[in-house]
């Protein structure tokens, strides 16, 4: 099942990033980055506290039923959203090689864009596996104390989508690739923590820069699609 959710959402992710476009104007295009960036993330903070909930309640196997529903309704929801009709042109499917050529002529997106596949690689390995261990072997805490410190990545996300939906940025691909730098100031955090704070805070800043830079490398995209510069 899990092989099943991962594939899956492997061609939910494009189409669902390729569909702001259609929407919204060039000038719009980071501002409705941000709002879907910190809705999403608020709604995923919000999730993880329902599920706590329910779960205190509700059997298993039915919790996981009720999960199933929530992706249908999504899925009604999303087939009632309509794109402009100056958006509406027949395409030629997609290639992966297309992709690459796409971004060859675009070094600073291309770069960009390695940047955030390596560091969400390594952050999701860090978030997986070290971050439980801190928080149970350094800081002798339980799951409620993960679930806080993965709590304040949410919150940091929904923070930096909400300026960013209110400040534009012009050269989002130099600033992403600056706001990386910050991880550091993260990672050096979880490495001296001794107590709950520090853990804290390193949650909210790490999710703060990886949300800042999903917005402005999907704004930066999204407008090259919009209309040319």
């Known amino acids: 099942s899990a092989f099943i959710v ?6 939910f992710e494009p189409a669902y990033g390729a569909l702001l476009p259609t929407l919204v ?13 910190a809705s999403a993330e608020a709604v995923r903070v919000g999730g993880w506290a329902a599920a706590a909930g329910l779960l205190a309640f509700m059997p298993l196997s039915v919790f ?21 009709k100056s958006q509406r042109v027949a395409v ?3 290639r992966i ?24 690689t390594i952050s999701s390995g860090t978030w997986m596996v070290g971050v439980p261990q801190l928080v149970r072997n350094s800081l002798d805490l339980g799951a409620g104390s993960f679930s806080l410190v993965a709590g304040t990545y949410g919150v940091g996300a929904v923070l930096s989508g909400a300026v960013l939906s209110r ?3 012009r050269h989002k691909v130099r600033l992403g690739l600056l706001l990386w730098t910050g991880y550091g100031a993260g990672y050096a955090l979880f490495a001296v923590a001794h107590s709950l704070g520090p853990a804290l805070v390193a949650g909210t800043i790490m999710g ?5 830079v999903l ?10 699609r919009v209309g040319k510069e």
């Open 6 to 11: 991962v594939t899956a959402t492997s061609y």
């Open 25 to 37: 104007d060039r000038q719009n295009v980071q501002p409705a980055n941000g709002l879907v960036r």
């Open 64 to 84: 996981f039923l009720f999960n199933a529903a929530s992706f249908f309704l999504s899925g009604l929801l999303i087939a009632g959203v309509r794109a402009r």
């Open 92 to 94: 030629a499917t997609p």
């Open 97 to 120: 090689r297309e992709g690459f050529a796409a971004l060859r002529p675009r070094r600073a997106l291309a770069i960009g864009v390695v940047v955030l596949g390596a560091a969400v």
């Open 167 to 169: 400040i534009r940025v």
């Open 208 to 212: 703060s820069i990886q949300a800042s």
């Open 215 to 224: 917005v402005l490398l999907y704004s930066r995209s999204e407008e090259r």
